[in-house]
């Protein structure tokens, strides 16, 4: 009776507890990388708009960077799941149960889905110091330079370690790189910029600004067509124009919950990003950025899933194929 009883006022306060949802506590958004690089980026935009579409709310961002994302995502599955702490994460939630032997986290069993935010492409960079401006010289310059190039990415599992991956074994060079895992493409940006390392490639949302600023060489960006609607991008080649077959890399990012969170709370959520998915500035920012806001069915829970979990189908191979694990 007495553990009926304490369990029936457990229930009433979560009931409570989702009814004022958030109420004045912060809801922290973990991004899995450092702050300043892509995914801590769309974040940032995304509290925004978020704090704007649910009246009183405050939503902030919390960097949990390291083991390519999997330290920040970890957190989150094991956060207490209250619709106080929620995960920004992108196609690492695909490319680390293929990467990571020992796992911590079940991408498709240990949160709840909220929706998808946005499609982005990624973009082949190089340190400005490079001789060569156009992907056929760059290419030869690696092969020429065999053994001696650093490609920079955010750790295992990371977008710009699978891009990394696919180019390097699509151009057969995987033997010409050596890879230099950091805690997030920002300061591997930083080292790029500095000429600290070659080559890196990274999602749109990180690369513009530098691209146009001139602190960073672009050759190619990573999309099956062209990106004739942005008006840097258009000017780059795709990788298969430049000969690299088959060559299609777009990369998402979606939010989660721990598993467990009311229903209550979810509904919230997923109700307060598919309107910040309509703001106009926010749409304007992530297309400036050359990124995609998500309008069809991967806005909602259940359709977020199982593009997530057609995606680990789809990656699995290629990562096989690449023959890269980690512990
Ligand atoms: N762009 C990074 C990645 O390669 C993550 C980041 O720093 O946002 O996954």
């Not at 400005?128 to 020429?144: H, K, S």
């Not at 790029?192 to 070659?198: A, E």
């Not at 000969?243 to 919950?257: E, P, R, S």
Request: glycine fraction near 10%.
């Amino acid at each position: 009776m007495k553990r009926f009883l304490v369990l029936a006022a457990a229930t009433t306060a979560v009931l409570a507890h989702a009814q004022t949802y958030p109420g004045s506590r912060p809801v922290s958004i973990v991004v899995p990388f450092a702050a300043g690089g892509p995914t801590d980026r769309v974040a940032r935009d995304l509290a925004e708009a978020m704090r704007k579409q649910i009246p009183g709310s405050n939503f902030v961002v919390e960097n949990a960077a390291g083991a390519g994302g999997t330290i920040g995502t970890n957190k989150v599955a094991k956060a207490t799941p209250d619709g106080h702490t929620l995960l920004l994460f992108h196609i690492g939630m695909a490319t680390t149960p293929a990467l990571y032997r020992k796992l911590q986290y079940k991408p498709l069993e240990d949160f709840e889905y909220l929706g998808m935010v946005n499609d982005v492409p990624m973009t082949l960079i190089g340190k400005p110091q490079l001789p060569a401006n156009t992907y056929r010289d760059f290419e030869n310059y690696i092969r020429a330079n065999a053994g001696k190039i650093n490609l920079a990415h955010a750790g295992l599992g990371s977008a710009s370690h699978t891009c990394g991956l696919m180019w390097q074994s699509a151009i057969k060079l995987s033997e010409a790189m050596t890879t230099i895992p950091f805690g997030g493409t920002a300061p591997a940006m930083n080292a790029l910029v500095g000429g600290q390392v070659d080559v890196m490639c990274d999602q749109t949302t990180n690369t513009v600004g530098q691209i146009e600023g001139g602190r960073v060489k672009a050759f190619a960006v990573t999309t099956s067509k062209p990106l004739s609607g942005h008006k840097l991008l258009k000017d780059y080649p795709t990788l298969q124009e430049m000969g690299v077959k088959g060559f299609n890399l777009t990369i998402w990012h979606g939010l989660y919950a721990p598993k467990g969170t009311p229903a209550a709370v979810t509904k919230a959520l997923n109700e307060g990003l598919k309107k910040a998915l309509k703001d106009p500035d926010f749409i304007k920012k992530q297309e400036a950025l050359g990124a995609l806001v998500v309008t069809d069915n991967r806005i909602t829970p259940e359709g977020h899933k199982a593009f997530v979990a057609a995606e680990i189908g789809k990656i699995k191979p290629v990562i096989e194929a690449a023959k890269a694990f980690a512990d």
